[in-house]
C-alpha cells in the first residue's frame, strides 16, 4: 500500500500561511483516496490546522534546511513526496501512478524522482515510458520542485542553517558527491498550479482560482512588467550561449542582483 511506502510534506512558512488552506483545498479535490500520512511543516507556532495535514512548527526563525531536519523524524517511510506550499496541486493525483513511480525507484535505486521538467532531460530511461536521466551537470538538477525523495538520502541534505535558496543550490552539490541517482518523470503524475512569485500573485494563477471561485486578498496581483521580467530571465538563461549568459550574469551582478548558486 502506498500508506506503507510514502509519506507527504509541504514546505511552507507563517508568511505564506494565506495559502494553507487553498493548497489543502486542492489537495483534498484531486487525490481521492489520499492515505497517506502527510504534514506540512513551517517555522512560527501557529493556532491554524487542516483537516487532512498535520502541521509541523519547527521553531520561529529556522530556516529551510533547519525545517526539513525538523520535519524528517515524522517521516516514517522511505520515500516522501516533497512539494511548496504555493504549488496547488489542481490536476488528478492517482495513487497506482504514484505506485509505479515507487516501484521503479526500488527497481533502478533512485534516490530522487523530480516530477517537474525543469531543468529538462532528454536522455530517456531505457524501458520506462516518460522515465529520464539526471546527469547532475548543472546547478538546480536537483531542486525544490515538486519530487519523490528517498527519505535516507533527503536526510544527507540538511547541515547548517541555509534559507530557501542557499538550501536549493546545495542539493545537486551534495547528490553528486553521494552517487545518488536522480531521474526526471514527464509522466505528469502530479502536476501544479504555480501561484506565487516574489511574494504577490501570478496573472495565471490568479485567473484559474477566480474560476474556481477563490480569491487571495491578502496578496497582490505582480505587474505584467515584472512577469515578464522574470520569465525572460528564466527562459533566457537556458538558450543563451554560455559566453552571452556569462556577460549578462557579469552585467545583471554589477547592478546588484546576487546568484545564490554563487554564494554556498
Known sequence: MLKERMSYLIYSCDAYSDLWQHNHHFLVKSWKGRDVDSFLVTDKETDKTLETVKILCAGEGTEMSERTAYALPYINTEYV??????????????????????????????????????????????????????????????????????????????????????????????????????????????????????????????????????????????????EMRIYIYNHGKKILPKPLAKLVKNFLRKRGKTFFSESI
Open 81 to 226: 513526496l516533497v512539494t511548496l506550499d504555493d504549488y496547488f496541486p489542481v490536476h488528478p493525483i492517482h495513487n497506482e501512478r504514484l505506485e509505479r513511480l515507487l516501484d521503479i525507484m526500488d527497481r533502478e535505486k533512485i534516490d530522487y524522482l523530480r516530477l517537474f521538467p525543469d531543468p529538462n532531460s532528454h536522455k530517456k530511461w531505457k524501458g520506462y515510458d516518460g522515465l529520464y536521466h539526471i546527469p547532475l551537470d548543472k546547478n538546480y538538477d536537483v531542486n525544490l520542485y515538486q519530487g519523490i525523495w528517498r527519505r535516507s538520502f533527503l536526510e544527507k541534505t540538511v547541515g547548517q542553517p541555509l534559507n530557501a535558496w542557499q538550501y536549493e543550490v546545495t542539493l545537486t552539490r551534495i547528490a553528486k558527491k553521494e552517487g545518488a541517482v536522480c531521474a526526471l518523470s514527464k509522466g505528469g503524475e502530479y502536476e501544479i498550479l504555480d501561484v506565487i512569485r516574489k511574494g504577490k500573485l501570478l496573472h495565471r494563477a490568479k485567473r484559474y482560482l477566480a474560476k474556481e471561485g477563490i480569491t487571495i486578498p491578502t496578496r497582490e496581483t505582480i505587474a505584467y512588467k515584472e
